[in-house]
C-alpha cells in the first residue's frame, strides 16, 4: 500500500519529497499562503492551488485511514480478519471500496438470511448453487424443521435464497462492478409530478427528460434535485437495455457471471436464476440508485463550489480603483438615493439623501447637491449600486456628468449584493456607528469601487452572489472552499497594518478574529505601526504567528523601506548582502531595475535561503509592495446606447463582465440589462468553461445578436463575424423580474426533453434556454 504522501505525490504528479515536506509545514501549523511563498524550498515550488489540493487530499486519505484502522479492528474483533481480507483492505483506495469490504463483517440487527442460517438452512443454499443439477424441491424436503421455523418446501427454499441473496449483495468486487455498469450505461429520467405543471413552470424543460447520469453538467443536475426536492418532478434511474419477461437484464447476467450460475435448463437452473433477479431487484438496485444519486450530487456540488469559488476570486482580485475620492449611491425610489462620500483613503467625510425619482422628482436639485458635494471634496469616481432604481439613477448620473464637466467625473455601476448584509451586521455597526443603517449601504458601495478586496471581506462570501445554486449544496464545503478563496486573495495582495479593518486583518496568514482586534486595538491605542517589528508588542501575537504573518502585513512610510514589500523579516539578511555586494544603500536600490536585474540569483543563495527565495527577494525590490491585481479600467460606453430600446441587432459595444456560470457570461453594455454571451459564443474555437476565455470584470467587445424588448434579455456575442438575427417580440413573452436578474446564474438549465439535444428555433432562445429560462415555442 502507498503511504499517503506517495499517494498525493503520483496524483499532483510531484516529487514525494515535496509532498512530505509540504505536509510536515502544515501540521506545524504553517498556513498555505505562507508555504506558498516562503517556503519554496521545501516544497519545490508548490503552488497555492497545488497545496490547497494538498490539504484536502490529505484531510480525505486520513479519514480514510482512521476508518481503515477501525474497520480492520472490528472484523479482528470478530476473528475474521484474514489476510488475503486484510490485503484488500490495505489496498482500498476509496470510502466507498473501504465500505463494500466491510458490508459483510459490519454489525447488523437480524435479517432474514442470519434467521435463515440459524435454522440450519446454509447447507441446502450452497447444496443448490454448487450442483444445480439437484431438485431444489427434493433436497429441501430434508430441511423441512417446525421446531426451527422451516414449515414446509417453501419455507426451506425462501431461507436459501435469503442466504444467497445476502451474499450475493454483499460481494464487494460485484458491488463495485455492478456500480460502475450503472454509472457508465445509466440514464437519468425526470417526469412531471401530476398536477404540478403549473406551480413547477421553472422546471417544465425536466417535465420529459432523460440524460445519461455520467454525462449531467453540474448545474442541470443541481436543477433536477432541486425539481425533486421541491416535489415537482420524480426521478428514476434506468438502464438502456431493459429484461423481457424473465430474461436476466445487464447487472443480473453480471450477479449471474459472477458466481457461475448458467441456465442449462439443469432442475436448479431457475431457481438460481430467480435468486440472481430478486438479489438485484430486492438487494442491490436501490442500494446502487442511491449511492450513484448521491455520487452525482456530490461531483455537482463539487463543480458548484468549484464555479462560485472561481468567480469569487475574480471579484475579489478586481482592479481597485485606488486612493481617489468616490461618491457612493444607493439608489431607492421612495426612500430616497443614500450618498456617502468617502475620501481616497475610504473614509466617509459627508453624507446626504436625496430624492431624484418618484414620488418627490427633485431631479435638479439631486443634481446640484451631488455636484457640489464632488466639487467640495475633488470626486473623480460615483459609484451606484445596481439594485432597485439603479437604472434611474445611473441616468441621473449621466446628467450630472454632462451639466458640470468640469467635474471630469467617472460613474461605474457596482454589485450590491451583500450591501444590505453588511449595512445590517454588528461590524458595520460597530465600524460605521454614527451612520443610519441605510446609508452604510452607500459607503460600501463606495468601498467596493475603491478596493474591492478590502470591502467583500467584510461579507459572508455567500452573500455575494456570484455562485449557482449555493443554498443547495453542502454548506460545509461551500464555505470552506469559499474561506480558502479569501484567505489566498488577501495574502496575495498584501495588506496595509494601519488602514485595514479587523476583517481584512483576520484573514491574514497566522491571525484570527481575536489577534486582527487586537491589532486595531494597539493601533487605535498607540498610534500607527512604525514597523514590522512593532507587530510583537501587540497582545497574544507571539513569534509564531508573526513568522506566518509579517510578509504579509505592509508598513507603509515606516523606519524600514522593506517593510512595505513582500519580502520577509527572516529574508532581510539577504538584502543585506546585495546591499553590500552593490555598495548601496536600500533607498536607492529600491525599484532601480537595471542594477536589481545584473545580479544572479545565485550568488546570494545559502542554506537557508535558496535561488527561489532569492529570486522572489530581487523581484520585490524592483517593485516593492507591488499589486498582482490588474489596472483599473473602465469600459466606454457607446454614447446614445443607454437602454435596451436604444440597441439594435449587428452593433458593436464594449462592456463589462458580470458574472461568469457554465453556460456562458453575463456582460454589462449601459443599458441597465446585462446581456448573455452564451459558451458557444465566446471564441471561434471550442469552449468547455468559459472561465478559460473571460471573468468577472473583463472588458470585452462584443455584437448584439439578438434584442427581446418583452422579456428584457440581449444576446451577444464576442465572435464578431457572427450574424445577428431580428425577430419580432411576442405577445405571451414573460418580462425578466427583478430577482431573475440578479440570480440567473442559481437558474436551472434548459436540459433535453426526451433524451434530445435539439436547441431553441433562434439566438435568443437559445441562449436564455442555457440560461434557464423556459422558452415557449
Aim: glycine share 6%; charged share 30%; aromatic share 4%.
Amino acid at each position: 500500500m502507498l503511504s499517503i504522501s506517495a499517494r498525493i505525490a503520483e496524483e499532483l504528479n510531484v516529487r514525494e519529497a515535496q509532498v512530505t515536506a509540504t505536509i510536515e509545514l502544515l501540521d506545524g501549523g504553517a498556513t498555505v499562503p505562507f508555504v506558498a511563498r516562503y517556503r519554496k524550498e521545501a516544497t519545490g515550488g508548490l503552488d497555492d492551488t497545488q497545496l490547497r489540493t494538498l490539504d484536502e487530499r490529505l484531510k480525505y486519505l486520513r479519514e480514510m485511514d482512521e476508518r481503515r484502522t477501525a474497520i480492520l479492528k472490528s472484523i479482528e474483533e470478530q476473528g475474521k480478519l484474514t489476510p488475503q481480507l486484510q490485503e484488500q483492505i490495505d489496498a482500498a483506495d476509496s470510502k466507498a471500496r473501504l465500505e463494500d469490504l466491510y458490508l459483510p463483517y459490519k454489525p447488523k440487527r437480524r435479517t432474514k438470511a442470519h434467521i435463515a442460517r440459524e435454522a440450519g438452512l446454509e447447507p441446502l443454499a450452497d447444496l443448490l448453487l454448487n450442483d444445480p443439477t439437484r431438485g431444489p424441491e427434493t433436497e429441501a424436503a430434508a430441511f423441512v424443521d417446525a421446531e426451527k421455523g422451516v414449515a414446509d418446501v417453501k419455507a426451506a427454499l425462501d431461507g436459501a435464497m435469503q442466504i444467497l441473496m445476502e451474499r450475493f449483495a454483499e460481494n464487494a468486487d460485484l458491488v463495485g462492478a455492478l456500480r460502475d455498469y450503472v454509472w457508465s450505461h445509466g440514464k437519468l429520467t425526470s417526469k412531471l409530478v401530476e398536477g404540478k405543471a403549473e406551480a413547477g413552470a421553472k422546471f417544465s424543460d425536466y417535465f420529459d427528460a432523460s440524460e445519461a447520469i455520467a454525462k449531467i453538467p453540474s448545474h442541470r443536475a443541481l436543477a433536477l434535485l432541486r425539481g425533486r426536492n421541491e416535489e415537482f418532478l420524480t426521478l428514476a434511474l434506468v438502464l438502456d437495455e431493459e429484461p423481457k419477461g424473465k430474461e436476466l437484464g445487464p447487472c443480473e447476467r453480471t450477479i449471474a457471471a459472477r458466481f457461475g450460475i448458467i441456465d442449462q435448463k439443469r432442475p436448479a437452473d431457475a431457481w438460481l436464476q430467480e435468486v440472481v433477479r430478486w438479489t438485484w431487484r430486492v438487494k442491490l438496485k436501490l442500494q446502487i440508485d442511491v449511492e450513484l444519486m448521491t455520487r452525482l450530487r456530490q461531483a455537482a456540488e463539487t463543480e458548484a463550489v468549484r464555479v462560485f469559488a472561481s468567480n469569487l476570486k475574480d471579484i475579489l482580485m478586481a482592479a481597485p480603483a485606488g486612493g481617489r475620492a468616490t461618491i457612493g449611491l444607493d439608489p431607492g425610489l421612495r426612500t430616497g438615493v443614500k450618498v456617502a462620500v468617502l475620501a481616497a483613503t475610504g473614509k466617509v467625510v459627508e453624507t446626504a439623501v436625496i430624492y431624484p425619482h418618484e414620488p418627490k422628482r427633485q431631479w435638479d436639485e439631486s443634481i446640484a447637491v451631488l455636484a457640489a458635494l464632488a466639487a467640495r471634496h475633488q470626486v473623480e469616481l460615483i459609484a451606484i449600486g445596481n439594485g432597485t432604481a439603479s437604472r434611474e439613477t445611473d441616468r441621473l448620473a449621466i446628467e450630472l456628468a454632462q451639466r458640470h464637466p468640469q467635474l471630469k467625473l467617472t460613474k461605474l455601476v457596482v454589485s450590491e449584493a451583500g450591501a444590505s448584509v453588511y449595512s445590517a451586521s454588528e461590524y458595520a455597526s460597530k465600524e460605521l456607528p454614527s451612520l443610519d443603517v441605510t446609508l452604510r449601504g452607500a459607503v460600501s458601495i463606495a468601498r467596493r469601487l475603491q478596493d474591492p478586496l478590502a470591502e467583500l471581506v467584510k461579507i459572508d462570501p455567500k452573500s455575494i452572489g456570484v455562485g449557482q445554486y449555493q443554498h443547495d449544496i453542502n454548506q460545509t464545503q461551500l464555505s470552506r472552499s469559499l474561506d480558502a478563496v479569501v484567505e489566498d486573495c488577501v495574502n496575495a495582495v498584501g495588506v496595509d497594518v494601519n488602514l485595514a479593518s479587523a476583517k481584512l486583518l483576520e484573514r491574514v496568514s497566522g491571525l484570527n478574529e481575536t489577534l486582527a482586534q487586537n491589532i486595531v486595538a494597539h493601533r487605535d491605542q498607540n498610534g500607527r505601526f512604525a514597523s514590522r517589528q512593532d507587530l510583537l508588542k501587540v497582545t497574544r501575537l507571539g513569534p509564531k504567528a508573526f513568522e506566518q504573518c509579517a510578509g504579509f502585513l505592509r508598513v507603509r512610510d515606516g523606519e524600514n523601506p522593506l517593510d512595505y514589500s513582500g519580502v520577509h523579516p527572516e529574508s532581510y539578511p539577504v538584502v543585506r548582502r546585495i546591499l553590500q555586494h552593490l555598495k548601496s544603500e536600500i533607498h536607492a536600490v529600491i525599484g532601480d531595475a537595471s542594477a536589481l536585474r545584473s545580479l544572479s540569483p545565485e550568488q546570494f543563495a545559502d542554506a537557508q535561503f535558496g535561488v527561489p527565495t532569492v529570486t522572489d527577494i530581487l523581484k520585490e525590490l524592483e517593485k516593492p509592495g507591488r499589486d498582482p491585481r490588474p489596472e483599473f479600467k473602465t469600459a466606454s460606453f457607446k454614447d446614445g446606447v443607454e437602454e435596451m430600446k436604444d440597441l439594435q441587432p449587428g452593433m458593436l459595444l464594449e462592456g463589462v463582465v458580470t458574472n461568469v456560470a457554465n453556460f456562458g457570461a453575463f456582460v454589462d453594455i449601459g443599458v441597465h440589462q446585462d446581456g448573455l454571451v452564451h459558451v458557444s459564443a465566446l471564441a471561434d474555437r471550442f469552449v468547455k468553461d468559459p472561465r478559460e476565455v473571460v471573468k468577472p470584470g473583463d472588458i470585452v467587445k462584443v455584437k448584439v445578436l439578438e434584442v427581446d424588448l418583452k422579456r428584457k434579455r440581449i444576446s451577444l456575442t464576442m465572435r464578431l463575424s457572427d450574424e445577428a438575427v431580428k425577430r419580432p417580440a411576442r405577445a405571451d413573452d414573460r418580462p425578466l423580474t427583478q430577482r431573475d436578474r440578479q440570480h440567473m446564474a442559481e437558474k436551472p438549465k434548459a436540459g433535453p426533453k426526451g433524451g434530445s439535444d435539439k436547441a431553441p428555433d433562434n439566438a435568443l432562445a437559445a441562449a436564455f434556454s442555457k440560461a434557464g429560462f423556459n422558452v415557449r415555442k
